[in-house]
């Protein structure tokens, strides 16, 4: 496997690739690897002829108030780990590599990214769709996968390529959880012990939303109530619970179509974010 850090070096690396007849797919990450991303580099592993996982923490997708300069930055342990997990190339570029200037040029995705995290990390999902852009210019993947986890970016990525007729695919993979069922996240490492143990409130949260769902309730408004319950009572700070349209994510005041429920809570230290599909025609579940 290499570890490249230059455009030019991740270019040439996929052009003898492509040369050769094989597949390109790609994971693009900010490092701090774990479990869910190994999950994708899998995935990309066993479909793909030639592996690419970029690390890069991209700043103009942070606020300026948010965790940019500490980050975790762990190349080592994420170098191993993609070796471990099939991938033939790391892309690990510096700020200087990808921004050499002044960024004057934007990709927007209209209304996908106005709501949920979108509201309350105002240009966050600018940045994301722009440092997307850049590494699919640069990469030039036949597939690109991204986790559920992010269930609005990628939506938004979804329709990003679709609108501006990126030759390429993406594919959205399951979330990966851990035992207690809290969903892998980089920012997982901020938790203390006590805020690991009350983090899984989200998922605790989405569960008993499902199975009211499940139940027959379909009120919006009672359903992120009973989850602001469960996530004040294990003493976490939403900073959002929505249940929006699977496709769309315009917010729901019934659940009479195909809905996504997603939450973002302040735990100690960290902001986590977690989400759950729910789909009202029971065959779905079966898929
Ligand atoms: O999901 C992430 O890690 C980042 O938002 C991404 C897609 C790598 C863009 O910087």
Known sequence: MHVVHTINEVRAAVAAARKAGKTIGFVPTMGALHAGHGSLVQKARSECGYVVVSIFVNPTQFGPTEDFSKYPRTLGDDTTLCAAMGADCIFAPAVEEMYPEQNLSWVDV??????????????????VTTVCTKLFHIVLPDIAYFGQKDAQQAAVLCRMVSDLNFPMQIKVCPIVREADGLAMSSRNRYLSQDDRRRAVCLYQALCLCKQQVEKGVVSVSDLVRQIS?????????????????AKSLQPLHVIDRDALIAIACRVGPARLIDNMLIFLNPL???L
């Not at 319950?229 to 349209?245: M, N």
């Open 110 to 127: 209209e209304k996908l990214s106005e709501g949920l995290c979108g509201a309350s990390r105002p240009g966050h999902f600018r940045g």
């Open 229 to 245: 319950e469960v996530l004040t009572a294990a003493g976490g700070a939403p900073d959002y619970i929505s249940i929006v349209d």
């Open 284 to 286: 779905r579940f079966q």
